[in-house]
């Protein structure tokens, strides 16, 4: 299990606690994907700057606070948000290959 796996919600942390919040936005958010990796980013809007979004993968992000070396709550959201997502994914549905029951007649020709 790697570390962006984990995620803790400290109530006396304020950026976990932000990050709990945030996910349960996600049906909000715009999923991106990078032309180059493949990899999947969400835009996370920005609570300060109405209309501005901070592009953020489990572990990345564009904030200032990312940038001054805090695991941000985007992050942290991001996680939430990607494990309860595979959480409930469902497991596909079975194929069926199903076959006609020969017609006697033909059987025992
Ligand atoms: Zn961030």
């Not at 501005?52 to 940038?67: F, V």
Request: glycine share 4%.
């Amino acid at each position: 299990m790697t570390d962006r796996n984990i995620v803790l919600i400290d109530p006396n942390d304020r950026r976990s606690v932000a990050a709990l919040l945030l996910s349960a936005e996600a049906h909000t958010w715009g999923k991106v994907v990078s032309r180059e990796t493949g990899e999947i980013g969400w835009a996370v809007p920005s609570q300060r700057f109405i209309g501005l979004y901070h592009l953020a993968t489990a572990d990345s992000c564009t904030c200032t606070d990312n940038r001054l070396g805090q695991v941000c709550k985007h992050q942290r959201a991001v996680r939430i948000h990607e494990l309860l997502a595979h959480a409930v994914q469902r497991p596909r549905r079975r194929r069926l290959h199903l076959r006609p029951v020969p017609n006697e007649e033909e059987t025992y020709d």
